[in-house]
């Protein structure tokens, strides 16, 4: 009987890490073993571990007590299948563990995908339970598979980010986006500059060893480096989108704007030791959280989940095709790699130049 592996972190210090086996039995009659065959590592995965508990990403993918399975984006392959519909071969995108193998028991299974229909998943949001299969998906692109691994998530978070933003306001002129240097700040910013909001400024706030890179991207009208917030004017009301959760930083933009911060909106916890998902009292508003399939729902309801999904579309391969300019596709294989890739993005050492994807 074949083996599975998995790899696994300790969810109470991040940076113990275990690879596990597990053996594979056939499907179960409605079951569908899948084959993992790459998925992307980005700081977001952290978000995903640090908050794994408090947002039930531990959930999906359930571990021996203590452990857990970092959910990730990527392809897998239907490896045997007890569902006449899916066959051997055909290729899945989808929610993963950072593991060999995924068996699913697909429900609403139509042409464009299906559901993970597994009791463990039941009551999780939907938008992580979908899997889309790519043959009869008008948006693939087989040279973009990598760049949708790393990027399609989190660009989908920023331009949703986006969205909000024109679409409430808040009474902000002033944008700051702190960890411009994120995949998921640099969507935000791409996708309000595609938008074309008139009279709002676009602050990107950033570590200085990764400033030159921000300038480079051309989409945030202004760069700050961390120990210069003080230095913004606050002649204009402004609202924080903090992908890092860095406490310091998130402190410094509430303490020199204090009323004239319109809001203040938390969406990443990558800076997890700097940060809390219950920070202290500050000035000015409540950090709020943004999830964004709260937000994806709102817009289905309202748009409907077809004209949704072809705006994020038509943006996504825009964003897609031009990150080619900043964006270098780096592969790893093997356990030592999955291990090693893991501690530098924990450790906030990742490139924002490159995009990781890994193999075990």
């Not at 693939?140 to 986006?162: K, M």
């Not at 989108?241 to 204090?258: C, E, L, P, Q, Y």
């Not at 409907?304 to 579309?313: E, F, I, N, T």
């Not at 270098?328 to 490139?351: C, K, M, N, P, Y």
Request: charged content about 20%; some cysteine.
């Amino acid at each position: 009987m074949p083996n599975g592996t998995s790899f696994e972190v300790r969810r109470d210090d991040l940076r113990r890490s275990r690879f596990t086996e597990q053996a594979l039995s056939d499907p179960a009659p409605g079951e569908v073993e899948l084959r993992v065959d790459r998925f992307a590592l980005t700081a977001n995965n952290v978000t995903y571990a640090v908050a794994g508990d408090a947002m039930r990403y531990w959930s999906f993918f359930p571990a021996e007590a203590g452990w857990g399975r970092v959910p990730v984006w990527g392809f897998a392959d239907v490896a045997r299948s007890s569902v006449p519909e899916l066959a051997a071969g055909e290729r899945i995108y989808g929610y993963f563990p950072m593991a060999t193998h995924l068996v699913v028991r697909p429900d609403s299974l139509g042409p464009a995908g299906f559901v993970d229909g597994a009791p463990h998943r039941a009551g999780l949001p939907l938008v992580y339970n979908q899997y889309r299969r790519v043959a009869a998906d008008p948006g693939y692109d087989a040279a973009l598979e990598d760049r949708q691994a790393v990027l399609q998530p989190l660009f989908i978070t920023g331009w949703l980010l986006a969205d909000l933003v024109v679409d409430e306001g808040a009474g902000g002129r002033r944008v700051l986006v702190a960890s411009a240097s994120s995949k998921t700040g640099i969507a935000l910013a791409a996708s309000l500059a595609r938008a074309g909001v008139q009279g709002v400024e676009v602050v990107g706030l950033t570590a200085p060893h990764n400033a030159p890179f921000v300038e480079k991207l051309g989409c945030y009208d202004r760069i700050v480096p961390y120990d210069a917030i003080s230095d913004l004017p606050t002649d204009e009301s402004a609202i924080l989108v903090d992908m890092a959760g860095n406490a310091a930083v998130k402190s410094a933009v509430h303490a020199h704007f204090g009323a004239r911060l319109a809001r203040s909106i938390s969406v990443g916890v990558t800076h997890w030791e700097q940060g809390s998902l219950r920070p202290p009292e500050l000035p000015g508003p409540k950090p709020e959280f943004f999830f964004a399939p709260a937000r994806i729902q709102k817009r289905s309801q309202e748009w409907g989940a077809r004209a949704l999904q072809q705006r994020m579309g038509e943006a996504w391969r825009a964003f897609a095709e031009d990150s080619r300019r900043w964006l270098e596709i780096e592969l790893g294989r093997g356990r030592e790699q999955v291990a090693g890739h893991w501690l530098a993005t924990v450790d906030g050492s990742a490139r924002p130049d490159r995009g990781l994807i890994l193999q075990l």
